[in-house]
């Protein structure tokens, strides 16, 4: 009875799993593909205290081309090819305190034929325009005009920005974004009213109508920052995240049947964390969230006949740690070590753990934690930050500095264990039910600065997995991107 019973489970996941034409051809591939693709870029510039106002005053063009190309296996073993031309062009102007920021992007993808992970097969992607902002800052506009550095300070940034929300694990995506801070003392309090763009973002629920084309999403939140230590900085937020998604109807159809679905999820986030120093030689950086709201149901029943939905409480949480050790004996050639642990909830009655469709029965608490935040869990299989255990232990070096053109040459391992931290409850791809252990996985790299203009970046990675993985996709996995990056 338990065999059949499993056997059925199984049966549904992969239905739920991999529905028939229409949602995308392998969602998860294709979020993790983007991540990876996607380098954020940042500037920086600081007024310089002995100019006035109007000599201090910069404007900077450039721009930048990345040529790449990536060879990635889906989960059915598969070897996809894809080629990018990636070109940025921005424009930064700093006047005293004001800061404005504009970048053009023109990223162009070329799969081979039959091997786009979303169907849509070569194409341009959008947005063209993907960052343009304004920033004032009192205390570098205070230091510009008077030369005296100010006690207290008040910034605030509008416009399309990249926002990362404490370690990233709630937030970090693209937003139109109004951010803003006063900082009193050795007090910080940061605000955050944000919506997602329709194009860029691409949402956690890939069985909804266009989660990678039409996002929209509303956040709200407050943080607030102890400065008072000289080596640790601790922190407080909440982060309320509101679904206003117009396309939240859909029906699926499985086997002739139809399964009229409803998408609704609405969460707020309440976390806790510290940043700092531990010795001359170790850095840190922890954090704790609480994931409370509200989801719908699914609308297809374990028997797989079609179930009505119904509003659920959200009860889940995500927790972070790392440890980065810089030994004084490896800093002429920066030698450093990484140690993160990543945990995330999981609900086991659910048979995809982020999916509305295949997600929460109706009835029960929904236990998984789900949000538009970034984790680093690998190049290969790159699961979600949910229902998730996962130890990563890395090692880099500059073995050849002060050698001419390898000066700026960095070498670099990452190794992961990654498991499901409650094994009856799934991730977003299919496993075996009551198996926990997903597999290793080794990811290398190359950072080369090979001139001041012109870099080389790589990457590879292999997955080996373990007894989760049912058979089918069990094979060893890869994954490798090389790119040439020319800056003008």
Same mark, same amino acid.
């Given at each position: 009875?338990?065999?059949?019973?499993?056997?059925?489970?199984?049966?549904?996941?992969?239905?739920?799993?991999?529905?028939?034409?229409?949602?995308?051809?392998?969602?998860?591939?294709?979020?993790?593909?983007?991540?990876?693709?996607?380098?954020?870029?940042?500037?920086?510039?600081?007024?310089?205290?002995?100019?006035?106002?109007?000599?201090?005053?910069?404007?900077?063009?450039?721009?930048?081309?990345?040529?790449?190309?990536?060879?990635?296996?889906?989960?059915?073993?598969?070897?996809?090819?894809?080629?990018?031309?990636?070109?940025?062009?921005?424009?930064?102007?700093?006047?005293?305190?004001?800061?404005?920021?504009?970048?053009?992007?023109?990223?162009?993808?070329?799969?081979?034929?039959?091997?786009?992970?979303?169907?849509?097969?070569?194409?341009?992607?959008?947005?063209?325009?993907?960052?343009?902002?304004?920033?004032?800052?009192?205390?570098?506009?205070?230091?510009?005009?008077?030369?005296?550095?100010?006690?207290?300070?008040?910034?605030?940034?509008?416009?399309?920005?990249?926002?990362?929300?404490?370690?990233?694990?709630?937030?970090?995506?693209?937003?139109?974004?109004?951010?803003?801070?006063?900082?009193?003392?050795?007090?910080?309090?940061?605000?955050?009213?944000?919506?997602?763009?329709?194009?860029?973002?691409?949402?956690?629920?890939?069985?909804?109508?266009?989660?990678?084309?039409?996002?929209?999403?509303?956040?709200?939140?407050?943080?607030?920052?102890?400065?008072?230590?000289?080596?640790?900085?601790?922190?407080?937020?909440?982060?309320?995240?509101?679904?206003?998604?117009?396309?939240?109807?859909?029906?699926?159809?499985?086997?002739?049947?139809?399964?009229?679905?409803?998408?609704?999820?609405?969460?707020?986030?309440?976390?806790?964390?510290?940043?700092?120093?531990?010795?001359?030689?170790?850095?840190?950086?922890?954090?704790?969230?609480?994931?409370?709201?509200?989801?719908?149901?699914?609308?297809?029943?374990?028997?797989?006949?079609?179930?009505?939905?119904?509003?659920?409480?959200?009860?889940?949480?995500?927790?972070?740690?790392?440890?980065?050790?810089?030994?004084?004996?490896?800093?002429?050639?920066?030698?450093?070590?990484?140690?993160?642990? @990543? %945990?995330?909830?999981?609900?086991? #009655?659910?048979?995809?753990?982020?999916? +509305?469709?295949? /997600?929460? &029965?109706?009835?029960? =608490?929904?236990?998984?934690?789900?949000?538009?935040?970034?984790?680093?869990?690998?190049?290969?299989?790159?699961?979600?930050?949910?229902?998730?255990?996962?130890?990563?232990?890395?090692?880099?070096?500059?073995?050849?500095?002060?050698?001419?053109?390898?000066?700026?040459?960095?070498?670099?391992?990452?190794?992961? @264990? %990654?498991?499901?931290?409650?094994? #009856?409850?799934?991730?977003?791809?299919? +496993?075996?039910? /009551?198996? &926990?252990?997903?597999? =290793?996985?080794?990811?290398?790299?190359?950072?080369?600065?090979?001139?001041?203009?012109?870099?080389?970046?790589?990457?590879?990675?292999?997955?080996?997995?373990?007894?989760?993985?049912?058979?089918?996709?069990?094979?060893?996995?890869?994954?490798?991107?090389?790119?040439?990056?020319?800056?003008?």
């Amino acid at each position: 009875m338990k065999r059949a019973r499993a056997l059925a489970e199984w049966t549904l996941a992969t239905i739920i799993l991999f529905p028939p034409t229409g949602l995308a051809q392998d969602p998860q591939a294709y979020e993790r593909l983007q991540r990876t693709l996607d380098n954020l870029e940042r500037s920086r510039q600081v007024g310089a205290a002995d100019l006035e106002l109007a000599e201090s005053a910069r404007l900077l063009i450039g721009g930048y081309t990345t040529f790449g190309f990536a060879a990635s296996d889906d989960s059915s073993g598969s070897t996809r090819i894809l080629r990018q031309s990636d070109t940025k062009l921005w424009s930064h102007f700093v006047m005293g305190g004001h800061e404005a920021y504009g970048r053009l992007r023109f990223n162009y993808l070329d799969f081979n034929s039959g091997d786009s992970f979303d169907g849509r097969g070569d194409n341009l992607e959008e947005p063209i325009g993907d960052r343009y902002w304004y920033r004032f800052d009192y205390r570098t506009n205070h230091l510009v005009e008077t030369g005296e550095r100010a006690d207290e300070n008040v910034w605030f940034q509008v416009g399309r920005q990249f926002v990362n929300w404490g370690s990233s694990l709630a937030l970090s995506e693209d937003l139109y974004a109004a951010l803003a801070a006063v900082e009193l003392h050795h007090l910080e309090v940061k605000g955050l009213i944000g919506l997602t763009p329709s194009t860029g973002p691409v949402d956690f629920d890939s069985s909804r109508p266009g989660f990678d084309t039409d996002v929209d999403r509303r956040f709200m939140g407050l943080m607030f920052t102890y400065t008072g230590f000289d080596e640790h900085r601790p922190y407080f937020f909440v982060l309320d995240q509101s679904d206003r998604n117009d396309r939240d109807r859909r029906t699926i159809f499985i086997l002739g049947t139809p399964y009229p679905t409803r998408y609704k999820y609405d969460s707020l986030y309440l976390g806790f964390g510290s940043s700092g120093q531990l010795t001359t030689e170790t850095y840190y950086q922890a954090e704790f969230i609480h994931q409370s709201g509200h989801s719908l149901s699914t609308s297809i029943a374990p028997s797989g006949v079609p179930a009505g939905q119904t509003s659920e409480p959200i009860d889940a949480w995500g927790a972070m740690g790392r440890l980065i050790y810089s030994p004084r004996w490896g800093r002429p050639n920066a030698v450093r070590f990484d140690f993160e642990v @990543l %945990l995330a909830s999981g609900d086991d #009655d659910r048979q995809h753990t982020s999916n +509305t469709f295949g /997600g929460n &029965r109706s009835g029960t =608490g929904d236990h998984a934690f789900n949000a538009l935040g970034y984790a680093n869990t690998g190049l290969v299989l790159g699961p979600r930050f949910s229902n998730l255990f996962s130890l990563r232990l890395g090692a880099s070096t500059m073995p050849w500095r002060g050698q001419g053109i390898f000066d700026k040459l960095r070498l670099g391992v990452d190794a992961y @264990l %990654l498991h499901k931290l409650n094994a #009856d409850a799934p991730v977003n791809f299919t +496993t075996v039910p /009551g198996e &926990r252990f997903l597999g =290793g996985e080794l990811d290398f790299f190359l950072d080369w600065q090979i001139a001041s203009d012109v870099s080389l970046d790589v990457r590879y990675g292999v997955f080996v997995p373990s007894d989760a993985m049912p058979e089918g996709n069990d094979d060893v996995r890869h994954f490798l991107y090389a790119g040439l990056n020319y800056a003008f």
